[in-house]
């Protein structure tokens, strides 16, 4: 049992349906948003109950918490579910959450804001006994910065306090060059934050991005379900994730993962958690950031360890206990995700939105697909461009990848440009397929073409 009656779905597209399928099959019912564009979208179709919310500029909907908070009074729910990114880990929209009586599906505010400032997180991790990269504190005043990166070292990367999700990051090799991006920086965090303090940190080259999924109840039982290497990216935007980690050592393995559960422990974390690290080329691990919500690569975690991530997030909400311990939990097989947006790789990722004219979906043995699009909708240009996530499981590496690249042969998508011909070369190469990669790896194979 949940404790949960009725659910507010705070958010749009696949993560939407995905946490209405968790809810209905709780036996609780979910209540849809939608924007003016998504009037007719699959989810609010599924929902027991929608409502409008605004205007299709995310803006005026999806990110005004006054519509979000009507709409679940309006509703009589007794919980909001904020998904990812939108409000998801915005501490000021789970205190009105909390402060309307209503149970926020999240951490809380408190851990939110500790978290979401990225200076205060490496303090934390700092405390929980756990290497974080060697960096600064935040940084306010701009003068100081270039006393501040001579000290830490060059190459740096710049990054927005408040950022996330890979956004606000800049490389710098240089004094010159931190000076010559410092402004757009700070007014880049600025606009994209609301906060323009940045702070410093040292590169660490050749990495491979690791990141552990944790569940935590308040009842202080906190486990991990193994790790996911996110390496594959385009400035710092994910595009294939795997799980397990490829050629990871056990005991780096089992070290990534303690700091990661001794974190939230540090924290007072509750609900779906992940912490991301960095690994250097002789897997010495670096904490960078905590995702203090659920992440948009958590299926290939469900495949691996068995375990439903947001059903969890609705026992935690309603105050039960884990449903497991760590003991229970295995680790079974090999899953990856791979990313379909409505992007042109051949035009530098450019979004590409428009009706989606023909939609042929994968099936058969350890392949899932998540998404919020049917053939004939619309890939609005007020959103992200994700189309689909595409999952495969296998019983090893091989067989996951072999059964990516029969999923891909059978993902057809008509009227946008996507990224599905990019995973069919990625998911065919042998460097890949060797693995492991790190996280400039595809930036060098796109420029080698």
Partial sequence: MTGLRRVLVANRGEIAVRIIRACHAADIEAVAVYSDADE??????????????????????YLDPDALLKAARFTDVDAVHPGYGFLSESAAFARAIIEADLVFIGPPPAVLEQMGDKAAARRAAEAADIPVVP?????????????VALEI?????????????????????????LLDVLPGARAEARSAFGDATIYLERAVPNARH????????????????FERDCSVQRRRQKLLEEAPAPALRETTRQAITSAAVRLAEHVGYRNAGTVEFLVDSDE??????????VQVEHPITEAISGVDVVAEQLRIAGG????????????????????????????????????????????GPGVRVDTGISQGDRISPFYDSLIAKLICWGTDRQQA??????????????????TVALHRRLTSNAELGDGPVHTMWLEQVLADD
């Avoid at 190459?155 to 240089?174: F, S, T, W, Y």
Wanted: charged share 25%; net charge negative; aromatic share 6%.
């Fill in 40 to 61: 007719n979208a699959r989810w609010v179709q599924m929902a027991d109950d929608a409502v409008h919310i605004g205007r299709s500029a995310a803006q005026k909907s």
């Fill in 135 to 147: 960096g600064s504190g935040p940084i306010t005043d701009p003068a100081e910065a270039p006393r």
């Fill in 153 to 177: 070292g060059f190459p740096l990367l710049l990054k927005a306090a408040a950022g996330g999700g890979g956004r606000g990051i800049r490389p710098v090799r240089d004094t010159e060059e």
């Fill in 210 to 225: 690791v990141e552990v999924q944790v569940l935590a109840d308040e009842h202080r039982n906190v486990v991990h379900l």
């Fill in 284 to 293: 010495n691990f670096y904490f960078i950031e905590m995702n203090a919500r």
């Fill in 320 to 363: 039960a206990p884990l449903a497991l311990d760590q003991d229970s939990i295995e680790c079974r097989g090999v899953a990856i995700e791979l990313r379909i947006n409505a992007e042109d790789p051949e035009r530098a990722f450019t979004p590409t939105p428009g009706d989606i004219t023909a939609l042929h979906l994968p099936g």
């Fill in 401 to 418: 990848y072999a059964r990516a690249r029969q999923a891909l042969a059978e993902f057809h998508v008509e009227g946008v440009a996507s």
